[in-house]
């Protein structure tokens, strides 16, 4: 991520652990324009903050309190236009996230910690 992504990113993260899981929230520069959270798949939480943005999610950045388990999620993110992903890591699938995100040219940030509440 550039300097300003990776500033909105950890803005992203301090907020993202407040916020009920499974918790996305959407970020330009120290601004949150979406969140999705308390939802059975982190996919329905992503659409959720999408939708919340108002369609400010196109060069938003993304939290995510807990790892993605698919690439579903990052197929969400590409067509509504985030541009770097932050997440603890940690799934099976982790290989296939990444390269989900190198194909949809997204940044992602490992943090190795989670803020995944249950």
């Known amino acids: 991520p550039t300097e300003k992504e990776m500033e909105s990113l950890l803005f992203g993260w301090k907020i993202v652990k407040h916020v ?3 918790a996305i929230v ?3 520069g ?4 979406g ?22 999610s ?6 995510s309190d ?3 388990p698919k690439e579903d999620a990052i197929e969400e993110a590409k067509k509504a236009g985030i541009v770097s992903i932050i997440q603890p890591g940690g799934s099976i699938r982790d290989e296939h996230v990444i390269r ?3 194909e949809a040219g997204i940044s992602m940030v490992f943090t190795g910690k989670r803020h995944f509440k249950h």
């Open 26 to 28: 959407l970020c330009r």
């Open 66 to 68: 807990a790892f993605f």
């Open 58 to 63: 196109k060069g938003s950045t993304c939290s």
């Open 100 to 102: 989900a995100c190198d």
């Open 35 to 56: 969140i999705g959270a308390g939802q059975m798949s982190r996919v329905d939480s992503m659409i959720i903050a999408i939708r919340k943005s108002s369609g400010l």
């Open 20 to 22: 009920r899981s499974n």
């Open 30 to 33: 120290t601004r949150t324009v």
